[in-house]
């Protein structure tokens, strides 16, 4: 099957799954949380972690409910982060962002809401038998990717950023915090779900923390491009920080690196390189 359509078909079947997550209750949190869900995200974080565990055999019915649970944790951030105490952003995928929509009290409820129902999924997941390690394995990598010491730190650090006194290294930190993590670990979990050794393990650890920043980088470059809006000059955007033309640069460069450290552990998936391909576009 072609890469393009396989990616619509798992997307798909990701769009029904999480529906179903979300159909159960007629409260307005669940209101606001398939509000922010069901709108049309790209679902690029569990459509990596099922390319990632189907790649080393796992099948889709066994990686579906991690993928939800890696979209629920990314809506959660996406509702928190355009909350006025953070980014202030009115609008998400050109609609009105959740608490616009909702109210403010609602949205933070949704968040809080989408990521403990995150780890309940996991919890509930049927597959792997429970006597085995691998669910711990997980919740601690998805727990330590966006808890204190990951994405939260990053967007600490985001919202607290001064441009007059940031280095290379913070703006790369915030893009390995905030966004790369939750990058990484969708890719590690569908592998570890999937038995994979534990040098691919590392393999696609590598490939994936490159890409996580590819994709911040791209974030930036478009934002640089549609000078999105004028508060965007003080964030820390590492096109901004670079000029358009080394952070096209270091875009290709991380793509390609991704892609290197595939090849080197000999994983040939058309999948996984079609991501790092697609990024480097610009
Ligand atoms: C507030 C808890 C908290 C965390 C905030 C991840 C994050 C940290 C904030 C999200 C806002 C943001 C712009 C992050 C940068 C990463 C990024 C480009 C997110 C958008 O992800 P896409 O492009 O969005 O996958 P879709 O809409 O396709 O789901």
Not at 19 to 46: C, I, T, W
Not at 126 to 144: C, H, M, T, W
Not at 160 to 167: K, M
Not at 177 to 186: E, F, M
Request: glycine share 6%.
């Amino acid at each position: 099957m072609e890469v393009e359509e396989y990616l619509s078909q798992k997307k798909i079947n990701i769009e029904r799954a999480l529906k179903n997550y979300l159909e159960k209750n007629d409260s307005p949190v669940f209101e606001a949380m398939r509000y922010a869900v069901l709108n049309g995200g790209k679902r690029f974080r569990p459509l990596l972690l099922l390319a990632s565990g189907e790649y080393f055999g796992a099948s889709e019915e066994f990686l579906l409910p991690y993928a939800c649970s890696i979209e629920f944790v990314h809506s959660y951030s996406l509702i928190h982060d355009d909350l006025p105490m953070m980014d202030n952003d009115d609008f998400r995928r050109g609609k009105p962002s959740c608490h616009k929509k909702f109210g403010e009290a609602l949205a933070l409820l949704a968040g809080d809401a989408l990521l403990s129902l995150a780890f309940e999924v996991i919890a509930d997941a049927p597959y792997p038998q429970p006597d085995s390690q691998v669910k711990n394995f997980i919740i601690g990598e998805l727990a330590r990717a966006i808890g204190p010491s990951g994405m939260i730190s990053g967007q600490w650090k985001d919202i607290s950023f001064n441009p007059q006194i940031a280095a290379w290294s913070d703006y790369q930190e915030i893009a390995r915090k905030k966004t790369a993590g939750l990058i990484r670990v969708s890719a590690i979990i569908g592998a570890r779900l999937a038995g994979a050794p534990v040098q691919a393990l590392n393999s696609i650890e590598q490939y994936a923390a490159n890409l996580g920043l590819a994709f911040q980088l791209r974030d930036d470059l478009e934002d640089l491009d549609q000078d999105r809006a004028q508060k965007n000059l003080l964030r820390p955007n590492m096109a901004q920080y670079l000029g358009k033309n080394k952070a096209t640069e270091l875009l290709v460069e991380l793509c390609q690196k991704a892609v290197h450290f595939l090849r080197k552990a000999g994983i040939n998936s058309d999948v996984l390189e079609y991501f790092a391909d697609r990024l480097k576009i610009w």
